[in-house]
Each structure stands twice: as structure tokens, then as C-alpha cells.
């Protein structure tokens, strides 16, 4: 009888193991990105990027480190040299929208280059040239704006 017993109750567990673990439920795994570049929530961004720089153990050195070492003046004239540049650029636009060729070349010494603007015959109707010319290398760059 106590054989009987044993094994009824090795069959009783077996069977109560076998239905608790078909009574689990399992569903699928839904992959959500969290980083905005890859398709994930926009609002993620600044907060990976906080977190990143927090985890960032590598430290500039002195000479490449832009902290801290430009004074206020420095950073005026930067900001002044950026706004100059930008309203020569919209000079150009404004220029090249009229359609009118210049008269005469227009020249501007800016932070170290000099910026000639000249009207030109490219074969297929006139155009401003832009000639930027470093002084120091005596390298240049130019390129045309077609009149619109």
C-alpha cells in the first residue's frame, strides 16, 4: 500500500505542476525605442543627452577647451563678425534678386579676408562673382550667384 501511495502522490504533483505552468500567461515582446532617433519619443532626447554627458568621463584638454578662455570682448566680436558676415550674405540675395548688374565692384575687409563682389558674363547672362582672398596665404575661393 505504501507503494501505491508514493506514486499516486508523484502523480499528483506532476499533474499540479503541469497545469499551474499551462495556466501562466505569456505574451509577446513589443519592442518601444526610447532614443528619438530611432523612432522613439522626442521628449527622450534632452534627457538621454543629459544622461550621456553625466556618464562622459573623458575631459577636453586646457588648449582645446573653448570654456572659459574667450573674454567678453572675444566673444563681441565673434558675434559681430558672424552678423556682418550674415548681412553681407543677405547683401548678395538682395543683390542677385534684383537683377540689375553692378556698376562697379564692391569690396569688404572682413576679420582678416577680403570679400570682392563683381558683376560677370558667364555666356548665359550675367551673375555676381564673390571673390573671398586671405591676405596671410594669399589662397582664394570664389563662386557666382546667377541673377534671378
Excluded: C
Excluded at 11 to 25: F, G, K, P, R, Y
Excluded at 37 to 51: A, R
Excluded at 73 to 85: K, M
Excluded at 127 to 141: N, Q
Amino acid at each position: 500500500m505504501r507503494r501505491f501511495d508514493v506514486r499516486f502522490m508523484v502523480i499528483i504533483i506532476t499533474v499540479i505542476i503541469l497545469s499551474t505552468a499551462s495556466l501562466s500567461i505569456a505574451s509577446e515582446l513589443i519592442y518601444r525605442p526610447t532614443n528619438p532617433s530611432f523612432g522613439g519619443d522626442s521628449n527622450n532626447g534632452q534627457w538621454m543627452l543629459n544622461s550621456a554627458e553625466n556618464q562622459n568621463r573623458f575631459k577636453e584638454p586646457a588648449e582645446l577647451s573653448s570654456q572659459g578662455e574667450k573674454g567678453t570682448l572675444e566673444s563681441f566680436q565673434d558675434s559681430l563678425t558672424r552678423q556682418l558676415i550674415n548681412k553681407l550674405s543677405m547683401r548678395i540675395a538682395d543683390l542677385a534678386s534684383q537683377g540689375t548688374p553692378l556698376t562697379s565692384p564692391l569690396t569688404y575687409d572682413l576679420d582678416g579676408y577680403q570679400i570682392t563682389l563683381q558683376d560677370v558674363d558667364t555666356g548665359h547672362g550675367h551673375a555676381i562673382e564673390v571673390l573671398i582672398l586671405d591676405p596671410s596665404t594669399g589662397s582664394s575661393t570664389s563662386f557666382q550667384v546667377p541673377y534671378i
